[in-house]
């Protein structure tokens, strides 16, 4: 019946131009599903009292009334024939009074029904007067509900109407059904602008859930980005180690050949043998994350955890050297069977001896302790000991979160994914400052019941 396009308000409180629209452009929905209904409605009724008068003297002006009847009718219901066929564009505005218009226009024929018809008709004639009022009263409120501007425009005129000829007739029956009729009125009129908030509560609603979906969505798609930049940044810090290692040894192994035979420090098989051993590892953490992203758990089996520390010692020991760091290992644990990613434990190894071995750079004192202990027999505790320069209680909050670090070429990523990594085997992982000078970095694992392997 009706269309409109644009930004408004809706009652006393302003909105955004997206959110009027979308309010305005669900009212007139509804108002255009209901028009043609609506308007053979018109029709119709038209028609019965036409009907009605026939073989009286009203039955001419009853002609002229339904012809009135018929061209407004006509004139909306082609219009929004013409208006679905080929939409046009509107300003808020203009649709509005064109709303409050039709509306109008429609109120004012029925208006006019008990004005001039009513009076002089017989007793059938004025009930059927009364039933077709009242029946355009309520339907049209109905129709129009979700524009109050536009059922205000048409209930107006036929209310007052009606309550005019009532009280035209002094009769105390008639004065009865007009105050009945101002409270039946009254009803319509707030069941009017209730409805029309209710519409706009549940437009208002729909968009903050569309909204809330798109910044959730938004999140979604910058949480994956967050994680693929945090898996890309932790895979290079990974294999850094390993490939740089294994780079230094074959370096050594290229030295070693250069020199003569019987004055080489060490055999160049067993150099590129740990060449090959660093190069298998940054393999095998490549071949664990792949199995991580595919299964989102990690690969464990029972493991002693004593001998996954030797490997990291000895996968470390080219570093430890260069840096003329001394090692010692304490492993006092008499129980080490743990249900561990051998991989992942191993690289949690690395990462706090490599860090130790960086924090010493600077220290006269170079010694690097790995010791392990039991907690009542229920888990056990692995303790990297150094003597380097130590840390802050401000940077002991952030060292586990990911990108803080202290190191200038340092990418803040190895402790984070170290805590990640313990915390998926059900351990915990902490950092204390040595009494002696230096840091200790300890994590807990859960032992294994020896009842379980069997």
Not at 107 to 136: D, H, V, Y
Not at 174 to 197: D, H, K, M, P, Q
Not at 293 to 301: D, T
Request: hydrophobic share 50%.
């Amino acid at each position: 019946m009706f269309r409109s396009s644009g930004d408004s308000k809706v009652g006393n409180e302003p909105l955004d131009s997206i959110s009027a629209a979308r309010v305005r452009a669900e009212q007139f929905s509804v108002v255009l599903r209901q028009t043609p209904g609506m308007m053979l409605a018109n029709v119709c009724n038209a028609l019965v009292l036409v009907a009605d008068f026939w073989g009286t003297r009203q039955f001419v002006s009853a002609i002229y009334w339904a012809a009135a009847v018929f061209s407004v009718s006509g004139y909306i219901y082609f219009r929004h024939r013409r208006r679905r066929r080929a939409p046009r564009s509107a300003s808020q505005s203009h649709a509005a009074r064109r709303a409050t218009l039709n509306a109008l226009a429609l109120g004012i024929c029925w208006a006019a029904l008990p004005l001039f018809f009513f009076q002089e008709a017989g007793p059938g004639t004025r009930l059927l007067i009364a039933c077709l009022s009242a029946g355009m009263l309520y339907g049209g409120a109905l129709a129009l509900a979700s524009i109050p501007l536009a059922a205000v425009a048409f209930v107006g005129p036929v209310a007052f109407a009606s309550f005019v000829t009532l009280i035209r007739g002094h009769d105390s029956h008639y004065l009865l059904i007009a105050a009945v009729l101002g409270v039946y009125t009254w009803v319509l009129l707030r069941g009017i602008f209730v409805s029309a908030e209710q519409l706009r509560a549940r437009v208002m609603a729909q968009i903050a859930t569309e909204q809330t979906a798109s910044i959730r969505m938004q999140k979604l798609q910058a949480s994956g980005l967050n994680a693929m930049g945090g898996m890309v940044t932790g895979l290079a810090h990974e294999l850094n180690q390993p490939l740089t290692a294994s780079a230094c040894y074959l370096l050594t192994a290229q030295r070693l050949l250069e020199m003569p035979e019987e004055l080489r420090p060490a055999s160049v098989e067993s150099t590129l043998d740990s060449a090959a051993q660093q190069i298998m590892r940054a393999a095998g953490i490549v071949r664990q994350l792949r199995e991580f992203i595919m299964r989102g758990e990690p690969e464990k089996a029972f493991a002693n955890l004593h001998d996954l520390i030797r490997e990291a010692s000895q996968a470390t020991t080219a570093n430890m050297s260069e840096a003329n760091v001394k090692a010692s290992l304490q492993l006092g644990a008499n129980v080490d069977r743990v249900f561990v990613d051998s991989v992942q434990i191993k690289q949690v190894l690395v990462n706090l001896i490599s860090n130790a071995v960086d924090a010493m750079n600077a220290s006269a004192e170079r010694e690097l302790t790995i010791s392990t202990s039991l907690i009542h027999d229920l888990a056990i505790r692995i303790d990297v000991v150094d003597t380097g320069v130590g840390f802050s209680e401000m940077v002991k909050e952030t060292l586990f979160e990911p990108f803080a670090t202290s190191k200038a070429n340092g990418m803040g990523i190895g402790l984070s994914i170290s805590r990640s990594i313990v915390e998926a085997h059900y351990g915990k992982i902490w950092a204390e400052s040595n009494p002696g000078g230096g840091a200790v970095f300890s994590f807990v694992l859960p032992l294994v019941n020896a009842e379980l392997e069997v």
